[in-house]
């Protein structure tokens, strides 16, 4: 295949060179170039095909009132404002199939800010100063390929020739692929799991498939469950089996795995079929032992890894964490249910573990039946979530609900 168009997103004031050269390559493979110049003050050294003028004006202001008195803070949320509605808008009319861009801090921020309003699967390029580091700023939940430009992206040499070269590539490869991102006939399951759940996810896994059904598994550390819900608002979820709901507590507690207030709320509002567990809802996380907080330093720690460490709620904090979710559930459409294993919410908190504490799994579970809205049916089983039987039941009991559901 070929013939596609990609969008090349530059300020033309200070990267045009660069981007004419990006044009030349993406032409080298039989696709087309459509240049967004999002530069202000200077003067363009290239072509746009959407003009820093028609940027701005879909941001809501003239280039002409930027000017009047430039400033990066002002100009940089209007350029890229405009340039997300124009790129969406052309990305969901198919005129689009790809978008590569370069920039140092506050290219990459703009660039990315445009990226992540696009769907999954749609290529996203950024060439960039900054891809050496952490790059979960820039990326969040979105499928964006960071590539780091080595050398400062400040005019044409023998490295950064070949590092632009292999963007248009790697980008223009990308949108000529024949596999799609579509629905199926059957929902797309949404499974959470952490390394301390995985058993009995990946055996509801193995019951979801063997019955028909294809599955995604998201790493339940932050990230994953809001692309999790992200992807529930885009369509591309149709059901959920949330076994590790850590990502709430670890909100509540401004541990490392926390979710963003929308963890547990979107299918819920959405109304798709889901079963939820308590997969590790009892354990927040951290880096060393040294970075664990008061009070939690105090209590019995389990190095998960040597740059991980656990610690466990007590009952009082578990009963808070009932409430949270009560609170989170309150909108849920339709039928779901919560299924509890009394016996321990992962393997670090069966009996003889050290985040044992059946009293405190108690609390939570007992403010869950006094707050749960009557659309969730709460069932208690004798066992632990790792409990192959478990998993198992909390599958079929999402099969279904999907097959009720329709």
Known sequence: MSGKTIVVLATLDTKGHEAQFLVDQIAKFGDKALVVDVGVVGKPAAHA????????????????????????????????????????????????????????????TLATTVMRALPYGFPKVMVSTMASGNVGHWVDIRDITMMFSVTDIMGLNP????????AAGAVCGMANVDVTLEKAARPLVAITTVG???????????VLEAAGYETIIFHAIGPGGRAME????????GAVLDYSTIEVSNEMFHALLA???????TAGK???????????????????????????????????????????LN????????????????????????????????????????????????????????????????????????????????????????????
């Open 159 to 166: 490295v950064m020739r070949k590092i632009l070269a292999n």
């Open 49 to 108: 095909d959407i003009t820093r003028e028609q940027v701005a004006e879909a941001g809501g202001a003239s280039l002409a009132a930027l000017l009047q008195h430039p400033d990066r803070e002002v100009a940089a949320p209007v350029m890229a404002a405009g340039a997300t509605a124009l790129v969406t808008e052309l990305a969901a009319q198919g005129k689009v199939h790809g978008i590569v861009s370069m920039g140092g801090t506050q290219g990459t």
């Open 270 to 312: 959405l109304g798709l079929p889901q079963v939820l567990c308590p997969g590790a809802v009892e354990v927040l996380v951290y880096n060393e032992p040294e970075t664990v907080p008061p009070p939690f330093n105090t209590r019995t720690l389990i190095r998960h890894s040597p740059m991980i460490t656990d610690v466990r």
């Open 196 to 206: 301390i759940t995985t058993q009995g996810a990946m055996k509801a896994a193995e």
């Open 230 to 237: 992200q992807m529930m608002k885009e369509g591309i979820i």
């Open 259 to 265: 979710g963003g207030p929308e963890r547990l709320t």
């Open 315 to 406: 009952k009082a904090e578990m009963a808070e964490v009932g409430r949270e979710f009560c609170k989170r559930l309150q909108h849920t459409q339709g039928e779901a249910i919560f299924l509890i294993p009394t016996g321990g919410y992962d393997s670090y908190a069966v009996e003889g573990m050290g985040f044992y504490d059946p009293e405190a799994d108690a609390a939570f579970v007992a403010e869950l039946k006094q707050g749960l809205p009557k659309s969730i049916t709460l069932l208690e089983r004798d066992t632990h979530i790792e409990d192959p039987a478990f998993a198992v039941e909390a599958a079929r009991l999402l099969i279904g609900l999907i097959e009720k559901h329709g």
